[in-house]
């Protein structure tokens, strides 16, 4: 059983910064891409950033410039930082990553249980 493991966000001032931390737990064969989604109340999921197995990043554009993803392949961790943080920050921030559990099995998506980030002062 693979399951994504998440830690950090909570409640931050504008202007302030996060580090969201996420681990995958479990035996498992290898990890292709991983990203960070978030949904605010009353809007859909969106995807935040991305990073491929070899580290190549991608950020959303509204996180462009003041957010940095990356990832420790031995450790089976993401983090994400991000700074400047505004109220349109706001919202439950989800893990995810293509794992493939063994060399037999397909490559499966797998979600973290989501960590409450608020940006309010």
């Known amino acids: 059983q693979v399951q994504l493991v998440e830690s950090g966000g909570g409640l931050v001032q504008p202007g302030g910064s996060l580090r969201l931390s996420c681990t995958a737990a479990?035996?498992?064969?290898?990890?292709?891409?991983m990203a960070w989604y978030r949904q605010a109340p009353g809007k859909q999921r969106e995807l935040v950033a991305e990073?491929?197995?070899?580290?190549?990043?991608h950020y959303t554009d509204s996180v462009k410039g003041r957010s940095t993803i990356s990832r420790d392949n031995a450790k089976k961790t993401m983090n994400l930082h991000m700074n400047s943080l505004k109220p349109e920050d706001t919202g439950v921030y989800y893990c995810n990553a293509e794992i493939k559990r063994l060399v037999s099995t397909p490559v499966d998506s797998y979600w973290g249980q989501g960590t409450q980030v608020t940006v309010s002062s």
């Open positions: 990073i491929t197995i070899d580290g190549r990043p």
């Open positions: 479990g035996v498992l064969f290898a990890i292709y891409d």
